[in-house]
């Protein structure tokens, strides 16, 4: 069965960043297949792994909305899956599927039980679904990803962004849906952060796995606007997330 990883935080902490170092790291060490799930509204990830997307789920769910887009004899519950086929970005290393912005006013149950269907029967050609969400974690607690075995909570080097972290802890601890590990990372670090910071991590009852320092590679091509894929492995933040993974049991 799949493994399900995610990535969680408030916006600009370096949850895309993590993620896309996480699957850079697996898929580099294992001959395994991924799909990565951008289930952002503010969907990077893709720029990140430097992979292009034509439609997002949610364009492709307002179109089902209108009975003119179907094509006159098929069935909805075919053409939804047709074209939600179609939205799954293929790569070498990485499949791609992004979930795009929010969804409009009206009921969305169909073609959401619909989605949910999709995700189980294609998670089931992967080893690993890697999920960089949304702060308010709806995707999971709507059980579109139907649990998670690993969650990263992700927070920056100040203590505004530690106690942020201890909020989604709590987000996390009132899903219905069942997680296994939970873990914080702390992005962004210079020097002494993670002891200044000790007492308030201590505070959100997170259990810090690692830090990711501060690194200016990964700023150059940010600034580049070029795919964080592509750093070299000498790059801290790459041995960072190195180590990271090294300690949990995901692969
Ligand atoms: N370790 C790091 N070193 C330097 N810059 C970083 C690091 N991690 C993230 N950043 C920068 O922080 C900003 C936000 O990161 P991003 O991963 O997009 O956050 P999120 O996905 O949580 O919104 C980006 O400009 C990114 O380049
Ligand atoms: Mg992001």
Redesign the pocket.
Known sequence: MAKYVAVA???????????ALLLRQIVKNNNISVLAVDA?P?A?LNE?LGLEVTATISELLEETKNPKAIPVGMPKDVFVEYRLQQTLVESEDIDLLVMGGPQGPGCYCYPNDLLRKYLENLGSNYDLIAV?TEAGLEHISRRTIPHVDTMFV?SDSSARGIRSAGRVNDLIKGLHSAVGEVYLVV??TTDNDINSLSEEIEKTGLKLIGE?????L??E??LAGKP?YTLPDES??VQ?VKKILERTQIF
């Not at 935080?9 to 993620?19: A, C, I, M, S, W």
């Not at 990711?212 to 200016?216: H, Q, R, S, V």
Request: a neutral charge; proline letters at 6%.
């Open positions: 935080g408030k916006g600009g902490v370096g949850k895309t960043t993590f993620t952002d503010n990077n990140a960089d992700i992005t962004k990711i320092p501060l690194d200016p990964v700023s091509l940010d964080l801290k933040a960072a």
